[in-house]
């Protein structure tokens, strides 16, 4: 399946399967060599500011590094349990517009490592960098361990 | 006001002006000196697993840290500006059923220089411990960094 195709399947699989994604209103808009980016409008995720509440930017960037892995491993028809394991946020701007997730791809090596000892062991962690951008600045960043977990056979 | 007056007027204040606190059913139940407690139900915070969906929890866990914080200030007819500026969250089993987040009152010494320093500097920041609890186990807990503004007049 082309990538195209992918996210049209994963936002569809987001929003069946994880109730807040259709609250929050949460689109996949791209997934490239870079990373995958996730979009949500303010309007569902604001708080008594008008900015962006945080526990809807930590949601949005949780759930866009777990997206990327999710995709990166059914490329390789690899389909294992997925879960956020540790995350840590930095809050950095209130952000005042759309809010636009990017994950950022790990580099090859770490990558392989990952998918070496999920092939050996049945279970393997990797570690996500996710930044939140609205009106072009730099709202957030999250950094997420992700497990992975073969269900025995 | 006495604090079950306060707990319903925050309840109230969540659900004008932080929609997603609807979409999660989010419940102020309980603020003693111990600390506060906040609940939600599964269905509406879960995941493709049929678990609560982790950025769900994290949501809830932002929320109450800064529902406590907001609360024991009003308490003392202070209303500063309140936002999140960092968080770390540890995700230690799968959720499978009601969660209550509980936020706990930091020791008063802790408290105290958190109102020295917003008297004075008119700026202070506050790290508040959360557990997530479900089925009688924990399930998660979050350390959250707090800042207080006090705008200028």
Do not use: C, K
């Amino acid at each position: 399946m082309a990538r195209a195709g992918r996210l049209r399947a994963l936002e569809e699989r987001l929003r069946r399967t994880i109730p807040l994604t259709g609250a929050m209103a949460v689109q996949v808009t791209e997934w490239d060599d870079e990373g995958l980016r996730l979009r949500a409008p303010l309007a569902p995720n604001s708080n008594h500011h008008g900015t962006l509440f945080g526990g809807a930017a930590s949601a949005l960037a949780i759930l866009t590094g777990w997206s990327l892995v999710h995709l990166r491993l059914g490329e390789l028809g690899l389909d294992p349990d997925l879960v956020i394991q540790r995350s840590a946020m930095e809050f950095e701007v209130p952000a005042r517009g759309e809010v636009e997730a990017m994950a950022i791809a790990p580099d090859p090596s770490r990558w392989d490592r990952f998918l070496r000892a999920l092939d050996r062991w049945g279970r393997a962690r990797i570690e996500i960098r996710v930044e939140l951008w609205a009106e072009g600045s730099r709202i957030a960043t999250l950094r997420g361990a992700y497990v992975a977990l073969t269900p025995p056979v």
